[in-house]
Antibody
Framework: QVQLVESGGGVVQPGRSLRLSCAAS????????LYWVRQAPGKGLEWVAL????????YHADSVKGRFTISRDNTKNTLYLQMNSLRAEDTAVYYCAKDRGVLGYFDWSVDYWGQGTLVTVSS | QSALTQPASVSGSPGQSITISCTGTSNDVGSYNFVSWYQQYPGNAPKLMIFEVNNRPSGVSNRFSGSKSGNTASLTISGLQAEDEADYYC?????????FGGGTKLTVL
């Protein structure tokens, strides 16, 4: 069964950095595009970043561009999100998510989600 | 990268049908047949209900259906049940990014 397990969340001061990880299992990791999606407390879903199956294509939301970087290690079946210059408005549950498409083809829909990891940016 | 527009809330009685709209632009919903819908219960991760405008994943009830016309996509839930009470989000491909709707809270009266 597909599992996505996020880690690395916590409380961090504004301006500091944090790296989130997502350990995947139950599918051929290197065949699928992946996303980070966040949800601020009591708010809706917000797409953060996406990465292609081979890691060659990466795109970030304007709200995090230049501060966050998505990456993956297909030898470790792990997705990452490096978050720098954190702001209070980055406070959210961060979900790791798998694209439904196969063999590197993006379907632009998420068929599996992790349980999420909470990032709180506060002094 | 503006969010898609959804009604904040909709409601219906058991057995009735409801439709949730999702309005985007010619840069997202209007240009791609990659609209998806997600159901989310409080404290839980979202669940895929519809992909590619009108396709249901295995295991999703056929009471859920999707459609699109121009820049607006819609999710219809027929035969409303108490368990359908949840938040619903639409999502669209938009070139090199993805955009979600603001979410709709469905109340089953």
């Amino acid at each position: 069964q597909v599992q996505l397990v996020e880690s690395g969340g916590g409380v961090v001061q504004p301006g500091r950095s944090l790296r989130l990880s997502c350990a995947a299992s139950g599918f051929t990791f290197s065949n699928f595009g992946l996303y980070w999606v966040r949800q601020a407390p009591g708010k809706g879903l917000e797409w953060v970043a996406l990465i292609s199956s081979d890691g060659g294509n990466k795109y970030h939301a304007d709200s995090v561009k230049g501060r966050f970087t998505i990456s993956r290690d297909n030898t470790k079946n792990t997705l990452y999100l490096q978050m720098n210059s954190l702001r209070a408005e980055d406070t959210a549950v961060y979900y790791c998510a798998k694209d439904r498409g196969v063999l590197g083809y993006f379907d632009w829909s998420v068929d599996y989600w992790g349980q999420g990891t909470l990032v709180t940016v506060s002094s | 990268q503006s969010a898609l527009t959804q009604p904040a809330s909709v409601s219906g009685s058991p057995g009735q049908s409801i439709t949730i709209s999702c309005t985007g632009t010619s840069n997202d919903v209007g240009s791609y047949n990659f609209v998806s819908w997600y159901q989310q219960y409080p404290g839980n991760a979202p669940k895929l209900m519809i992909f590619e405008v009108n396709n249901r994943p295995s295991g999703v009830s056929n009471r859920f259906s999707g459609s699109k016309s121009g820049n607006t996509a819609s999710l219809t839930i027929s035969g409303l049940q108490a368990e359908d009470e949840a938040d619903y989000y639409c999502c669209s491909h938009a070139g090199n990014y993805v955009v979600f709707g603001g979410g709709t809270k469905l109340t089953v009266l």
